[in-house]
């Protein structure tokens, strides 16, 4: 189980980097805690900051996983850069297994 977390995380990091929205947006759930904004709102404005990047990259490093059931968290250090920010951070995504498939529920920075 947490190989397959860990596929989710790292074909999540993949499509963000290939500025593949429709993919980078489809490893959410519709569950999502977007925070304050609604999810919709969330999309559209994750949409606003990747598509027109020239080029992303995200390095997933020292990722550690933990599955409990239904749920997991995957525990990184996240080094992104693009032609506009460059930035490191350590992250925490939430993900629950839903239709079979690790989508992310929260995302948040430690």
């Known amino acids: 189980l947490a190989k397959d977390v860990e596929n989710s995380v790292m074909a999540w990091a993949s499509a963000w980097s290939k500025r593949d929205i429709n993919g980078y947006l489809g490893a959410y759930s519709e569950d999502f805690d977007s925070g304050r904004m609604s999810l919709s709102a969330w999309k559209q404005q994750r949409t606003e900051r990747i598509v027109p990047r ?31 920010f460059n930035g490191s951070s350590n992250k925490r995504l939430s993900l629950a297994l839903e239709g079979g498939r690790w989508l992310i529920v929260k995302e948040s920075v430690r």
């Open 54 to 84: 020239k080029r992303i990259n995200v390095d997933i490093t020292k990722l550690n996983i933990t599955v409990n059931g239904s749920m997991a968290t995957a525990d990184f250090e996240q080094d992104y850069s693009s032609d506009t």
